[in-house]
């Protein structure tokens, strides 16, 4: 038996958000494929379809942007059948050929949908179980000089392994990797990074006893787990924040007060002993300089 960590990454694509956050969620094998059925039911209840007919996933920016909280809010909450009618009418009209604009009550009932979505989003994370770890960063930190930033992982990356590493041996479980995969190269260099890791560090060394070493890498818009981390991290990104260790940037309200008991909840802690110190992990964590580990923050 194992647990299988699903990763994403938010604010990594030179848009405009607080921070650079990687992470994701981990979930029991024995409890994945009912988490799957019960994500599946969750959209189709909200949107009165699933998304993937359209050609459409499951993501942050898509279901909690600024304008699904705009739309939503232009009337009273609707009645589930209607709600499922007008946003399918809402997606329908965003694949016809010349494209056909919504009416303000599909725009109401597209909007209400992806709300409700993340929050059953949230509530099936709980319901199975699931674990979220999240490692945020200042965005386009320079590297020192002379570094050999392609050689070997970041620090972000480093505690989110010492994390999940820890997670794991308080289960006495071994775990998967499984991440998004992005384009070939940067994929094939995250890897030869991860191998350098596992293999010529000594906490690499001691970690790959729990986390096996070599990564999948699965397509997001066939992966609802790596959706739903997607979702997770954008909210980390936007609403989670760590008072008094440097992780200071705006956030937005609404993401903070809706999602933020459910992120706390979620992520991992522990009280740990290493035989030399003990002290408190937590799976959500600030770096503020990833070539630097005196500046990384529990």
């Not at 009912?34 to 994500?39: H, Q, Y």
């Not at 379809?49 to 993501?59: A, D, Q, S």
């Not at 279901?63 to 609707?78: F, M, V």
């Not at 190269?185 to 350098?196: F, I, K, N, P």
Request: charged letters at 25%; hydrophobic letters at 40%; a neutral charge.
């Amino acid at each position: 038996m194992s647990y299988l960590l699903f990763l994403d990454e938010s604010g990594h694509g030179h848009k405009v958000t607080p921070y650079e956050v990687r992470g994701g969620i981990a979930i029991h094998d024995t409890r994945l494929w009912p988490f799957v059925l019960a994500l599946t039911e969750h959209e189709e209840e909200c949107f009165g379809t699933p998304l993937r007919l359209f050609r459409k996933e499951i993501k942050g920016a898509k279901l909690l942007g600024k304008d699904p909280w705009k739309w939503a809010a232009q009337e009273p909450s609707l009645p589930g059948l209607e709600r499922q009618r007008l946003a399918r009418r809402f997606l329908e009209k965003g694949r016809q050929n010349p494209r056909v604009s919504p009416t303000r009550d599909e725009f109401t009932a597209y909007g209400q949908a992806s709300l409700l979505l993340a929050d059953r989003i949230f509530g099936v994370l709980r319901e199975y179980e699931a674990t979220l770890f999240a490692v945020a960063i200042p965005h386009q930190v320079p590297p020192p000089a002379g570094s050999c930033i392609n050689e070997f992982l970041g620090k972000d990356i480093v505690f989110l392994l010492e994390r999940y590493f820890y997670f794991l041996q308080e289960r006495n479980e071994v775990g998967l990797l499984v991440m998004d995969e992005t384009e070939n190269g940067q994929d094939r260099d995250l890897v030869g990074r991860l191998e350098r890791y596992f293999l010529r560090t000594q906490k690499g060394r001691e970690r790959s006893k729990r986390i096996v070493p070599s990564p999948f890498f699965v397509s997001s818009e066939m992966a609802y787990p790596v959706q739903a981390a997607d979702v997770c991290i954008y909210c980390v990104n936007w609403g989670f924040r760590l008072p008094g260790r440097g992780m200071d940037a705006a956030k937005r309200d609404e993401i903070a007060s809706r999602f933020g008991a459910s992120m706390s909840e979620l992520q991992f802690k522990a009280s740990l002993n290493t035989g030399n110190e003990a002290f408190d992990s937590y799976g959500i964590a600030y770096v503020s300089d990833p070539y630097e580990g005196r500046n990384a923050w529990p």
